[in-house]
């Protein structure tokens, strides 16, 4: 089976740095995904590592290391519409799309 | 707007009943994957198709069903309703369905389903 793991609650305040890691467990690894989803609204695509490395995207980051089956999703200048919960992903083991979610980082950012 | 649709956007029911949530994917997304979100059970991967056909199967039970009919639109049928499948039910759509890519799926605002 497939299992991600990610702290429940981050908490930042404006302006400020945060990084929620993830680690997974899977027997086919096809890269790692985030999204994020405000309360009430739907899960949004933010960034995807199929590679060792850092991919950047405004002010939001992703790493990747797989020899560690860990990731983190970096995002800086935090600003309170920050405030949401980040679900990191893999896809199916056979490498098909479909995604196991971890339980979800609740992200609080207080002025 | 992810410019996947889904309706209604809410429904209320009774056990025991039978209900169909609607999903129409991004312009010229072949895949369309069905989630479920409950406060217990997080997000979940239900089922997937691509151009019509069943591509992989999650947890899904045996009471629920989908298909993804020729104009790519897919429906999930929830049958037998019990009050534990009272859950926001989100589909998404993809370009493809496997290989390598940018891995994006693409969330509809969701169905949320209250069983009484």
């Known amino acids: 089976g497939q299992s991600l793991e990610q702290p429940s609650e981050v908490t930042a305040v404006e302006g400020a740095i945060v990084q929620i890691n993830c680690t997974y467990q899977t027997s086919g690894f096809y890269g790692l995904s985030w999204y994020q989803q405000h309360d009430g609204g739907a899960p949004t695509f933010l960034s995807y590592?199929?590679?060792?490395g850092l991919e950047e995207t405004g002010r939001f980051s992703s790493f990747l290391s797989r020899s560690d089956s860990y990731g983190y999703l970096l995002l800086q200048e935090l600003q309170m519409k920050d405030s949401a919960s980040y679900f990191c992903?893999?896809?199916?083991?056979?490498?098909?799309?479909?995604?196991?979610f971890g339980s979800g980082t609740r992200l609080q950012v207080q002025p | 707007d992810s410019g996947v649709t889904q309706t209604p956007k809410h429904l209320i029911t009774a056990t025991g009943q039978r209900v169909t949530l609607r999903c129409s994917p991004r312009s010229g997304d072949l895949s369309v994957y069905w989630y479920q979100q409950s406060l217990d059970q997080g997000l979940q991967f239900l089922i997937q198709?691509?151009?019509?056909?069943?591509?992989a199967k999650g947890n899904i039970l045996e009471r629920f069903s989908a298909q993804q009919f020729p104009d790519l639109h897919s429906e999930l049928n929830l049958s037998s309703l019990e009050l534990g499948d009272s859950a926001l039910y989100f589909c998404a759509s993809s370009a493809g369905t496997s290989g390598p890519s940018t891995d994006t799926q693409y969330f509809g605002p969701g169905t949320r389903l209250t069983v009484l």
């Open positions: 198709y691509y151009n019509g056909e069943e591509r």
């Open positions: 992903a893999v896809r199916d083991p056979t490498g098909r799309r479909a995604l196991t």
């Open positions: 590592n199929a590679l060792d």
